[in-house]
């Protein structure tokens, strides 16, 4: 059980770690804004980020779930 709760803490410090790397302008003024970068095509190091922002979510869920499920026993 405590492998599990080293493993939320390690994912989420990694995705807190990515999402702060991410492309700055993207807030809240970006949201209302119309920014014309929505639909761009990610490249290079911005597509890693992408999709380690994804599955590391996935991951961080699916651990949080699964901690909870087993507490429970």
């Known amino acids: 059980m405590q492998y599990l709760n ?3 803490i390690v994912i989420s410090v990694l995705l807190i770690a990515v999402i702060i790397v991410q492309a700055k302008g993207t807030g809240l003024s970006g ?3 119309g920014e014309g ?3 761009r095509t990610k490249r290079g190091f ?3 980020l992408f999709y380690a922002t994804i599955v590391l979510a996935v991951g961080f869920f699916l651990v949080a779930i699964l901690n909870v499920y087993l507490s429970t026993k």
């Open 6 to 8: 080293i493993a939320q």
């Open 31 to 33: 949201v209302f804004g």
């Open 37 to 39: 970068n929505v639909f």
């Open 46 to 48: 911005e597509k890693i």
